[in-house]
């Protein structure tokens, strides 16, 4: 078993720098105009060649309510029927991606995500999935990966009957925080019992795997007042949690600028309810896979960073990074081989290419050889915590030590900080490097140095 991370205060106030979460490498900021629906429909044709498995991501953007931390790509509307033209241009999505694939190729996992996936009606969810089984290949067995974003307040025992019907099998619930005067400030009030009726009926339902997500560094937060919703979160025995540091960039993300930044806890209450956490979370037996989430020892993620098969992403830590990922919706990403494509982040945009026949690619990007290498690396660190120097020099005909020569001597300095062992042999991220593991992959970025560091969210 992997050992337990540790808490080094000075090491952290050194590399609490802002940088990428490496859901992808290169990152999205990354993505340019040259890559478009060309580039698309040749990663399709060759993915269908080779009959690799697929991962469906469905973005549904709509909301009833505003939560002011958000970072989503979101439309806020208390009207249902917005929901209608959205859809079927979706479907018009769905058709004329699933026609450049294979019917053999498997959909091993499924992701609605949002925005309130639960936002639509009954007849337009069953609508949906009943269009995704017409054109892609689900499996019927309740042996994939299918998931769905939840928000209590707009589910009830009915709709999560409903997602079991139609072949969800976990589900990912927002909660953020149960301090009510902290969800006054950022606008989402929601209960421990309307939260406790969802989990309820996921386990009575016998889906496989509920996540919360928590956010410390919201305004009005301390210290105790987060432990108190910690504690509350582990007694609902979430089999997975995934625990944010809450980025304020309001001059990005316009409802950020209705939080007032003087009721935003200072950094070292911030780094005070993070330590915390990880003492809970670790007394009650969760282990720290990485990048803020947490799973309990018998959960398929921590199985598999034990087997060091962990992979990383768009959806975050998965199990089936080797599936070919096809974002579908407004401002969905896929993942196509060497192909990142994102469709157009503005909805009107999006709707109008399609109602024209046509898909919505606007940007993206294809990896050269440079990327590939330090892709693999970068996966290897962000998953396992390790990285052996002779597998990615077979991978790619390279001598690690060379090609990586002028980075010797930051990895040096990381190591004499004990945020990393290196050897002859590679690198192992110590305990007191795992929670600054965004650091060490930052050294292996070579498109950082021109990038804005104030897009990116802090590693704590």
Same mark, same amino acid.
């Given at each position: 078993?992997l050992d337990?991370?540790?808490?080094?205060?000075d090491?952290?106030?050194?590399?609490?720098?802002?940088?990428?979460?490496?859901?992808?490498?290169p990152?999205?900021?990354?993505?340019?105009?040259?890559?478009?629906?060309?580039?698309?429909?040749?990663?399709?044709?060759e993915?269908?060649?080779?009959?690799?498995?697929?991962?469906l991501?469905?973005?549904?953007?709509?909301?009833?309510?505003?939560?002011?931390y958000?970072?989503?790509?979101?439309?806020?509307?208390?009207?249902?029927?917005?929901?209608?033209p959205?859809?079927?241009?979706?479907?018009?999505?769905?058709?004329?991606?699933?026609?450049?694939?294979?019917?053999?190729?498997?959909?091993?996992?499924?992701h609605?995500?949002?925005?309130?996936?639960t936002?639509?009606?009954?007849?337009?969810?069953?609508?949906?999935?009943?269009?995704?089984?017409?054109?892609?290949?689900?499996?019927?067995?309740?042996?994939?990966?299918?998931?769905?974003?939840?928000?209590?307040?707009?589910?009830?025992?009915?709709?999560?009957?409903?997602?079991?019907?139609?072949?969800?099998?976990?589900?990912?619930?927002?909660?953020?925080d149960?301090?009510p005067?902290?969800q006054?400030?950022?606008?989402?009030?929601?209960?421990?019992?309307?939260?406790?009726?969802?989990?309820?009926?996921a386990?009575?339902?016998?889906?496989?795997?509920?996540n919360?997500d928590?956010?410390?560094?919201?305004?009005?937060?301390?210290?105790?007042?987060?432990?108190?919703?910690v504690?509350?979160?582990?007694? +609902?025995?979430?089999? #997975?949690?995934? =625990?944010? $540091?809450y980025?304020?960039?309001?001059? /990005?993300?316009?409802?950020q600028?209705? !939080?007032n930044?003087?009721?935003?806890?200072?950094?070292?209450?911030?780094?005070?309810?993070?330590?915390?956490?990880?003492?809970?979370?670790?007394?009650?037996?969760?282990?720290y896979?990485?990048?803020?989430?947490?799973?309990?020892?018998?959960?398929?993620?921590?199985?598999?960073?034990?087997?060091?098969?962990?992979?990383?992403?768009?959806?975050g830590?998965?199990?089936?990074?080797?599936c070919?990922?096809?974002?579908?919706?407004v401002?969905?990403i896929?993942?196509?081989?060497?192909?990142?494509?994102?469709?157009?982040?503005?909805?009107t945009?999006?709707?109008?290419?399609?109602?024209?026949?046509? +898909?919505?690619?606007? #940007?993206?990007? =294809?990896c $050269?050889?440079?990327?590939?290498?330090? /892709?693999?690396?970068?996966?290897?660190? !962000?998953?396992n915590f390790?990285?052996?120097?002779?597998?990615?020099?077979?991978q790619?005909n390279?001598?690690?030590?060379?090609?990586?020569?002028?980075?010797?001597p930051?990895?040096?300095?990381?190591a004499?900080?004990s945020?990393?062992?290196?050897s002859n042999?590679?690198?192992?991220?110590?305990?007191?490097?795992?929670?600054?593991?965004?650091?060490?992959?930052?050294?292996?970025d070579?498109?950082?140095?021109?990038?804005?560091?104030?897009?990116?969210?802090?590693?704590?």
């Amino acid at each position: 078993m992997l050992d337990a991370i540790r808490w080094d205060t000075d090491l952290i106030r050194r590399y609490d720098l802002a940088g990428p979460r490496y859901t992808s490498y290169p990152t999205a900021v990354q993505f340019h105009s040259q890559v478009g629906t060309f580039d698309l429909l040749h990663a399709l044709r060759e993915s269908r060649k080779a009959l690799r498995p697929l991962s469906l991501y469905v973005h549904v953007p709509f909301c009833a309510n505003i939560c002011y931390y958000c970072a989503c790509n979101k439309v806020i509307t208390k009207d249902r029927g917005r929901a209608l033209p959205y859809l079927q241009r979706l479907e018009q999505e769905i058709q004329l991606i699933a026609c450049h694939l294979d019917p053999g190729q498997k959909v091993e996992q499924l992701h609605f995500g949002g925005g309130t996936p639960t936002f639509l009606s009954h007849d337009e969810l069953r609508q949906l999935m009943a269009h995704l089984r017409q054109h892609f290949n689900l499996l019927d067995d309740d042996s994939g990966d299918y998931g769905i974003e939840i928000d209590p307040r707009e589910a009830d025992w009915s709709t999560m009957g409903l997602l079991r019907e139609l072949g969800f099998n976990r589900v990912s619930i927002g909660l953020q925080d149960l301090d009510p005067a902290v969800q006054r400030a950022v606008n989402r009030l929601q209960s421990l019992e309307e939260t406790r009726a969802v989990i309820e009926a996921a386990r009575t339902l016998q889906f496989r795997s509920i996540n919360i997500d928590l956010i410390y560094g919201l305004p009005k937060q301390t210290p105790d007042n987060f432990a108190r919703t910690v504690e509350e979160v582990i007694n +609902l025995q979430p089999d #997975r949690l995934s =625990v944010f $540091n809450y980025a304020h960039l309001p001059e /990005r993300f316009m409802p950020q600028r209705r !939080i007032n930044s003087h009721e935003l806890p200072a950094p070292a209450e911030k780094l005070q309810m993070l330590q915390r956490t990880i003492e809970q979370l670790t007394a009650a037996s969760y282990r720290y896979i990485g990048m803020d989430h947490f799973a309990l020892p018998d959960d398929e993620l921590a199985i598999a960073q034990e087997e060091s098969t962990l992979q990383r992403n768009f959806q975050g830590y998965t199990t089936h990074g080797h599936c070919d990922l096809i974002g579908l919706g407004v401002s969905a990403i896929s993942q196509i081989g060497d192909l990142y494509c994102q469709n157009s982040s503005d909805l009107t945009q999006y709707q109008n290419l399609l109602g024209g026949a046509q +898909l919505a690619t606007s #940007r993206g990007l =294809v990896c $050269n050889q440079d990327d590939r290498v330090r /892709r693999a690396v970068i996966q290897q660190l !962000i998953c396992n915590f390790s990285l052996d120097f002779e597998a990615i020099e077979q991978q790619f005909n390279i001598d690690f030590r060379g090609y990586f020569g002028e980075l010797w001597p930051q990895l040096q300095a990381m190591a004499e900080d004990s945020l990393i062992k290196l050897s002859n042999e590679g690198i192992e991220v110590l305990p007191a490097g795992r929670l600054l593991v965004r650091s060490v992959c930052m050294v292996f970025d070579a498109y950082l140095e021109q990038q804005n560091r104030q897009r990116f969210s802090r590693v704590i």
